[in-house]
């Protein structure tokens, strides 16, 4: 018997279609793929089975019975668990509460709580991950991005008393360094072994075809095609998500390097990093590449006036560093950080205010009122740039794709027309479709003489758009490589070398 069918599931927001009839059905143990270019509906569909957002019309249907799903207590007691790609986390509490949230907490005589079982709890749902190195009783906030969706990953894992039957992970090895995706994979198969169903969605075409066992593709809110793994491949999904022909290429460089440098860094040293040696010049790709955490987001901060110069010299255009973002932005230097929710945006607030935040000075008049006309214009020719996909100028942030939310953040970035463009994880949780633009958008700004510095975790995205990598190492800088006839493999041994 099917586990779960979703069928001719269909929702408007105001003008917007997000799914027009898009169905799926999940069999017992089956690891089954979500894929779809952003925007192509998957969100709101995970929303509408976790109970967020109701249907306008469609059927639901658990094991032969038609289901009403109205709250996520219901999608809980239907033994629905849901993983996001977004850090949800709650920072100012431990490791052990973070992974308690929504169950009761052990107690003493239904008084005082049991912090003793709480944290055995923890430790057997991170057990359950290989992960023994996460100390329950820690502050979560003081735990990387992957260390963080490892506890996350966990909640969904502890002993409830309600069991699961179907968990769905949304992009959830995003921030994941691949021994910790390794260690999901290796959950995920024993979830299918004993029987329990995952809903896998994401972007890493990969992935996709290493774990799952079906792939539903979803275009335009509408249900595209059903496959099994096994009788499909790589173009033949990216055509169905993109409905055209996509081939996994970068855009070649078709200008050449100026002379001028855009950032010169000598011996600089912070308080996370230390004697990074680098020039970077005008229509240059730098990537900055090393093991998780071996400081490629420290070098954007310091870039960014978010870190300071202990020691040695960062020039950028001929003139000091800036000392802070505020002026990093006035001096031509634009960012898109590595996390767009928690960093990047002000989610309740509108497209346009997202957009025009750090440009407001240059959009005011005479006795600082801003032009509203000039704001409206600036905001809808940076969407039509980099493609977003919106239901007006207005609409708040948060109810967009996690792809249209980053194109906001490239938006502001582009806005400001930069010198130096920094990219921290710039196609993280991005389709395939999606990528191609980032990508053109990178070498058109190129063309013109921006200097770009890029972080990423995609080894061959690094390689198809950089002309040199920094290689980093414990926050130490160990060379700089050519990126001219160096394959993954390559540049993956230099991680590690002493």
Not at 83 to 112: D, K, R
Request: hydrophobic content about 40%; glycine content about 8%; some cysteine.
């Amino acid at each position: 018997m099917t586990l779960l069918t979703l069928k001719n599931i269909s929702r408007n927001f105001g003008k917007t279609v997000a799914l027009a009839d898009a169905s799926i059905d999940i069999e017992p143990g089956e690891v089954h793929a979500l894929m779809g270019e952003n925007g192509a509906g998957k969100s709101t569909f995970i929303k509408v089975l976790a109970g967020i957002v109701k249907a306008d019309r469609g059927i639901i249907d658990v094991n032969g019975e038609t289901v009403v799903i109205n709250s996520p207590q219901d999608a809980f007691d239907l033994g629905f668990r849901f993983i996001h790609q977004e850090l949800n986390v709650v920072p100012q509490v431990s490791v052990a509460e973070n992974i308690a949230v929504g169950s009761p907490y052990p107690t003493y005589f239904g008084a005082m709580v049991n912090w003793r079982e709480l944290n055995r709890r923890a430790r057997a749902a991170l057990g359950r991950l290989g992960v023994d190195t996460i100390d329950p009783r820690t502050k979560i906030s003081r735990l990387s991005a992957g260390d963080q969706m490892l506890v996350k990953i966990a909640s969904t894992l502890s002993d409830t008393g309600n069991p699961a039957c179907l968990f769905v992970m949304d992009e959830p090895t995003a921030s994941l360094t691949g021994e910790e995706s390794d260690r999901l994979f290796k959950v995920i198969a024993e979830l299918k072994s004993a029987g329990t169903s995952v809903l896998y969605v994401s972007h890493r075409m990969d992935e996709v075809i290493r774990i799952c066992d079906r792939v539903t593709v979803f275009r335009d809110g509408r249900h595209v095609e059903t496959r099994r793994i096994a009788d499909t491949d790589k173009d033949e999904i990216i055509r169905f998500m993109t409905g055209r022909d996509v081939k996994d290429v970068y855009p070649e460089r078709n200008t050449p390097l100026e002379d001028d440098l855009v950032c010169r860094a000598q011996n600089v040293t912070t308080r996370r990093i230390a004697a990074l040696n680098f020039e970077l010049r005008r229509g240059e790709v730098l990537g900055i590449a090393g093991l998780a955490n071996a400081g490629q987001s420290e070098v954007m901060q310091v870039l960014m006036g978010l870190d300071h110069t202990l020691e040695g010299a960062l020039q950028i255009n001929g003139r000091p560093a800036p000392e802070n973002p505020t002026v990093a932005w006035e001096k031509g230097v634009a960012y898109v950080p590595r996390e767009r929710r928690r960093e990047g945006l002000m989610l309740t607030r509108s497209i346009l205010e997202n957009t025009v935040l750090p440009h407001l000075r240059h959009l005011s008049r005479i006795g600082g009122v801003v032009n509203r006309r000039s704001e409206r214009n600036l905001t809808q020719r940076l969407a039509e740039i980099v493609r977003l996909k919106a239901d007006g100028l207005r609409q708040p942030c948060y109810q967009l794709s996690g792809g249209n939310q980053q194109k906001v953040v490239f938006a502001r970035a582009v806005g400001a027309s930069p010198d130096l463009l920094l990219l921290d994880e710039p196609t993280r949780g991005v389709d395939v479709g999606a990528k191609f633009d980032i990508y053109k958008l990178v070498r058109d700004l190129s063309a013109k003489g921006c200097g770009v510095v890029l972080t990423s975790s995609d080894l061959p995205e690094l390689l198809g758009m950089c002309d040199r990598i920094l290689i980093m190492q414990d926050g130490r800088q160990t060379e700089i490589v050519d990126a001219r006839g160096l394959d993954p493999h390559g540049l993956l041994s230099r991680f590690y070398a002493a």
